[in-house]
């Protein structure tokens, strides 16, 4: 079975919602927003600019990000989003039962937990950082940390497993 990892980014534009569907591509990554796919590629350049090539036209934007929002500036325009939520759900990361897999390519920032660690719903295992955006990989239940494969620093692809997870059982009353 080939699963695709995938997303949705949330943000909020001027008064208007917005949702981008992201899915990881072997080059890339493809956005869906209204309907229309896009297909993405590209690379930093420095803090505050990167080079796209999107379904095949090449272009370069500005940007600014904080911990509430980003800013692209592009032909003379400025489009600020707000974050509605910048963390990855359980559904979000989890693409097979007991696996946590990177939903796009990136650098993992700080890794939290170790072998047999014990963690509770929601806990933050690793950060990993994409398209200088930093995401929490969280735990989808109670569990235990069975391995992580990853230390801070490591690039990963999309789809890499990160940590294998094993829920607690449930007790039953």
């Given at each position: 079975m080939n699963i695709r990892p995938s997303y949705a980014?949330?943000?909020k534009l001027d008064k208007a919602f917005v949702q981008v569907n992201l899915s990881a591509e072997k080059e890339g990554f493809v956005a869906e927003y209204q309907g229309e796919k896009f297909h993405i590629s590209g690379q930093l350049l420095n803090n505050n600019t990167a080079h796209f090539n999107i379904n095949g036209k090449q272009d370069k934007i500005a940007f600014s990000q904080n911990a509430h929002g980003l800013t692209i500036f592009k032909n003379g325009q400025s489009h600020k989003f707000s974050y509605l939520n910048q963390k990855f759900s359980s559904e979000d990361a989890q693409s097979t039962e007991g696996n946590l897999k990177a939903p796009m390519p990136g650098v993992i920032t700080q890794v939290l937990v170790a072998a047999n660690d014990q963690v509770k719903k929601d806990d933050v295992l690793m950060t990993l950082e994409?398209?200088?955006?930093?995401?929490?990989?969280r735990a989808p239940h109670d569990g235990i940390i069975a391995a992580s494969y990853f230390q801070a620093g490591d690039q990963v692809k999309a789809g890499d497993e990160l940590v294998e997870f094993q829920a607690l059982a449930e007790e039953v009353a």
């Open positions: 980014i949330k943000l994409a398209m200088k955006m930093e995401y929490s990989i």
